[in-house]
């Protein structure tokens, strides 16, 4: 069974830092995603990252894939406020991978001034 | 594009009571998701559908729980008879073909059971 793994789930920062969110995951998938989630929100679409080595920007957010590791991060840099929200890292189910997406808990940040 | 559609967005009802939540896609996605999400268990999977077939109902709690999709604009996620613990967020999402595509999640619905 694919385990999704979120690491910190809560994540307090002042603006103008930098930090990383991790997410590994238990067994061998070829399709990672992260999203963000605003309170009271929907969930929305930030990366998708389909090889060993992916790596995908938006502005302060960077996105990196190693499928060796099974290990995922996103690297936020020089924080600010509008960055706060819930991130989520996703990963495609093994068996009957159309479709089917495992998400971890979710890393709640709050970004300070 | 509107994006997925959810209705209601909020519902409040007692024990007991049926419950039909409303999803329309994003038109040309040939898949759907259907997922619950509250703080004690995260997001979770309840069943999905592609080109209207539902392919995996295996996160489904139990028989009180049923989802149909007639037609590729609109799917129908029922809970009968309803119990305070499927309190959550249920949230719609919606995806084209092509096994790298992101899903599109709709507002969601908010569900409290008295």
């Known amino acids: 069974e694919l385990k999704v793994e979120q690491n910190p789930l809560f994540l307090s920062m002042q603006e103008g830092k930098n930090y990383t969110i991790y997410c590994n995951y238990s067994?061998?998938?070829?399709?990672l995603y992260w999203y963000r989630q605003d309170p009271g929100k929907s969930l929305e679409s930030l990366f998708v990252?389909?090889?060993?080595?992916a790596v995908k920007q938006e502005g302060r957010l960077m996105a990196s894939l190693d499928t060796k590791a099974r290990l995922s991060t996103l690297h936020i840099t020089a924080a600010v406020h509008d960055l706060s929200a819930t991130y989520f890292c996703a990963v495609a189910a093994p068996e009957g991978s159309q479709g089917n997406l495992i998400f971890g808990k979710g890393t709640k940040l709050s970004v300070k001034p | 594009d509107a994006g997925v559609i959810q209705s209601p967005r909020h519902e409040v009802t007692e024990m007991g009571q049926e419950v039909t939540l409303r999803c329309k896609p994003i038109?040309?996605?040939?898949?759907l998701f259907w997922y619950r999400q509250t703080m004690m268990r995260g997001l979770e999977l309840l069943i999905y559908f592609n080109n209207n077939v539902p392919i995996d109902d295996s996160g489904m709690p139990e028989d009180r729980f049923s989802a149909k999709m007639p037609n590729a604009s609109f799917s129908t996620l029922k809970i009968q008879p309803s119990e305070p613990r499927d309190s959550a967020v249920y949230f719609c999402?919606?995806?084209?073909?092509?096994?790298?595509?992101?899903?599109?999640f709709g507002p969601g619905t908010r569900l409290l059971v008295l």
């Open positions: 999402a919606s995806r084209p073909d092509g096994w790298y595509r992101t899903q599109y």
């Open positions: 990252l389909l090889s060993n080595g």
């Open positions: 038109s040309g996605h040939d898949y």
């Open positions: 067994t061998t998938s070829d399709r």
